[in-house]
């Protein structure tokens, strides 16, 4: 399991890589819920947290880039 701290540390790159892999995890795990072959029901919650996890820690940035860019506007 990936902590936010650690996601904290990745790159916007390693970021969206991870993103793309656990969605495609996630969707994998949807099908095999659905033709009742889930091996671990627990991993469906796991995969939707992460998710979560990531876009929160995209949004941080986010928020942080867009405060970052009027200060810069006013100190020019």
């Known amino acids: 399991m990936i902590k936010a701290a650690e996601l904290r540390e990745m ?22 819920a659905q033709t009742e072959r889930l091996d671990a029901p627990s991993e469906l919650r796991k995969a939707r947290r992460l998710v979560a996890r990531i876009h ?11 405060e970052r860019k009027p200060s810069d506007a006013q100190a020019n």
């Open 11 to 32: 790159s916007d790159e390693q970021l969206a890589m991870t993103l793309k892999e656990t969605t495609q995890n996630l969707f994998r795990l949807r099908l095999q």
């Open 56 to 66: 929160t820690v995209r949004g941080e940035r986010d928020r942080a880039a867009a």
